[in-house]
Nanobody, 124 residues
Framework: QVQLVESGGGLVQAGGSLRLSCAAS????????MGWFRQAPGKEREFVAA????????SYLVSVKDRFTISRDNAKNTVYLRMNSLKPEDTAVYYC?????????????????WGQGTQVTVSS
């Protein structure tokens, strides 16, 4: 069982930056692939980024690839999402998720555990 708690969301102007954190409980965190997803009002949940257990494999949504960076600290049981050059279209609730398979895929159904989400609002 893994419990995930996101933090770091907030209101920021376009062009600004935020760093989201996701703290995980459980001794097996270092074996999980971790992902970030987002959901804007009226839209489906969307894959943003994922990182495998070692950090050696990552994947990104194309529209964020040059602006966002996913990383993890297994000693702290935490995964991060650094978001730079934020745009109004990045506004959404951001969710952290975990899956036991060592594959940085982007299908929400493949993830076993989810956090409650943190709101990110980017003003123009």
């Amino acid at each position: 069982q893994v419990q995930l708690v996101e933090s770091g969301g907030g209101l920021v102007q376009a062009g600004g930056s935020l760093r989201l954190s996701c703290a995980a409980s459980g001794r097996t965190f270092s074996t999980y692939t971790m992902g970030w997803f987002r959901q804007a009002p009226g839209k489906e949940r969307e894959f943003v980024a994922a990182i495998n257990w070692s950090g050696g494999s990552v994947s990104y949504l194309v529209s964020v690839k040059d602006r966002f960076t996913i990383s993890r600290d297994n000693a702290k049981n935490t995964v991060y999402l650094r978001m730079n050059s934020l745009k109004p279209e990045d506004t959404a609730v951001y969710y952290c998720a975990a899956r036991s398979q060592n594959y940085v895929g982007g299908r929400p159904d493949d993830y076993d555990y989810w956090g409650q989400g943190t709101q990110v609002t980017v003003s123009s």
